[in-house]
């Protein structure tokens, strides 16, 4: 199985600076003091609701069109390149010493 290749462009950068921010809010509501459970529920419903499927959806849809294209350019005939006759006569033959 072929993994797809890591991109670094702006949307890496992006989720890599979405997921761990979604964790320290849903860390930061469940394990300190002065939360109502209500705000608690409504928290991480948020982060897991939007943010998760969100970085998700977006990653598996680009995967997805990638591998779209690679069929289409796979089906597409290799192009055919005539060399004109006097183009072969200009390339010295190589001699064997042997």
Avoid at 21 to 26: F, K
Avoid at 68 to 74: I, R, S, T
Wanted: aromatic share 8%; net charge negative; charged share 20%.
């Amino acid at each position: 199985m072929k993994f797809p290749q890591l991109r670094l462009n702006s949307v890496t950068g992006i989720t890599l600076l979405l997921l761990p921010l979604g964790y320290m809010v849903v860390y930061a509501v469940l394990f300190t003091e002065g939360y109502t459970t209500e705000l608690r529920a409504m928290v991480i419903g948020a982060i897991v609701g939007k943010l998760v499927p969100d970085i998700v959806s977006y990653w598996l849809d680009s995967t997805a069109r990638e591998a779209k294209k690679a069929e289409e350019v796979a089906k597409q005939p290799t192009p055919q390149v005539e060399v004109p006759a006097q183009t072969l006569d200009a390339i010295p033959e190589k001699k064997n010493d042997s």
